[in-house]
């Protein structure tokens, strides 16, 4: 069935650096689009979203950006900081009340000092 | 805004023992709850959509009489695993979604050890 994955299965980086995650879909019906940061033992915490109408969004210290056309997902995050450590998942649906996210594999970030 | 409270939090349980997870929407009502099962380095699998007052959708491959969901109120889901397994043994997580503009809310998850 279709999902969504991931490019990368970690990534290293310095602290101050920015970092990049990729994520790819393939249901081009999906159109909402949430990238959520788990921490060791914890639930999924939202970090941001998008809506398929959109190719940009920002919030603090983080953007996404969603290319329709080669349907593909990617988490910026600005001047990394240690406590970013963490996996980081893209989730997708259809963007209708009452149906699931659909999770990717996970890139595991990972902040040195 | 919108809180999901699961509990336990942690448990370990002996093979072939039933165990059952509960799940709270805190200050929102939730018609549908959503279950997840994550093994160690591994993503969010769908399980099962806890649906109120009426039966739950399981996913393909998952037992619908091994994990049984009772979503009775709008506010409480659970999940039992029923006769549990060491392979049982898993972080379960439920979600909700207070509204289409609110996005989802996660549970803090349960650590399920079967021994």
């Known amino acids: 069935g279709e999902s969504v994955g991931l490019h990368l299965p970690t990534l290293s980086v310095q602290e101050g650096d920015n970092s990049i995650i990729n994520c790819a879909y393939s249901?081009?019906?999906?159109?909402?689009f949430i990238w959520y940061k788990q921490e060791s033992g914890k639930g999924p915490q939202f970090i941001i979203d998008i809506r398929s109408n959109m190719d940009k969004r920002q919030g603090q210290r983080v953007t996404v950006l969603l290319n329709k056309t080669v349907k593909h997902l990617s988490l910026q995050i600005a001047a990394t900081q240690p406590g970013d450590s963490a996996v980081y998942f893209c989730?997708?649906?259809?963007?209708?009340?009452?149906?699931?996210?659909?999770f990717g594999k996970g890139t595991t970030l990972s902040v040195s000092s | 805004g919108a809180v999901v409270s699961q509990h336990p939090s942690r448990v370990i349980c002996k093979s072939g023992t039933s165990v059952k997870i509960e799940c709270r929407s805190l200050d929102f009502q939730a018609t549908t709850m959503f279950w997840y099962r994550q093994f160690p380095k591994q993503s969010l699998m769908l399980m099962a959509t806890?649906?109120?007052?009426?039966?739950?959708?399981?996913e393909q491959g998952v037992e619908k009489d091994k994990f049984l969901i009772n979503h009775a109120s709008l506010t409480l889901s659970t999940l039992t695993v029923t006769s549990a397994h060491p392979e049982d043994s898993s972080f379960y997580i439920c979600s909700a979604q207070p509204g289409l503009n609110y996005g989802y809310t996660f549970g803090s998850g349960t650590r399920l050890t079967v021994v």
């Open positions: 806890s649906n109120e007052g009426s039966k739950a959708t399981y």
């Open positions: 989730a997708e649906n259809m963007g209708m009340t009452g149906t699931a996210l659909i």
């Open positions: 249901n081009s019906a999906s159109d909402y």
